[in-house]
């Protein structure tokens, strides 16, 4: 299921439109990486999987584009998303978070 662009952006303060733009950029993208593996898992044709699986992965660089320019924007996220790390890191006792070895 996709999302739906959470705010009406119109209705939004000057101050927040761009930060809320990123914000449903990034939500978009996370939500094509997701299509784009369901359609994949479901397809038996193996070209078709090969594209879909490239198409997704393409999707989190832009999830990744976004996300430098809400950066940019919201100084506060960028601080709490190296917060978030931290905490992770903190509970976790690894530096980073380990891939799953079934992911594909
Ligand atoms: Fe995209």
Redesign the pocket.
């Known amino acids: 299921m996709l999302s739906k662009i959470p705010v009406i952006l119109e209705k939004m303060e000057k101050e927040d439109i761009d930060k809320e733009i990123l914000r449903a950029g990034v939500i978009?993208?996370l939500d094509?990486i997701n299509l784009y593996e369901q359609m994949a898992a479901m397809t038996k044709n193996h070209t078709i999987k090969k594209v879909l699986l490239d198409i997704a992965k393409?999707?989190k660089t832009?999830v990744g584009e976004f996300l430098t320019l809400l950066e940019r924007e919201d100084p506060e996220q960028e601080a709490e998303l190296k917060e978030g790390k931290k905490e992770v890191q903190e509970l976790t006792g690894k530096g980073s978070v380990t891939r799953s070895a079934s992911s594909h």
């Open positions: 978009a993208e094509a393409e999707e832009h």
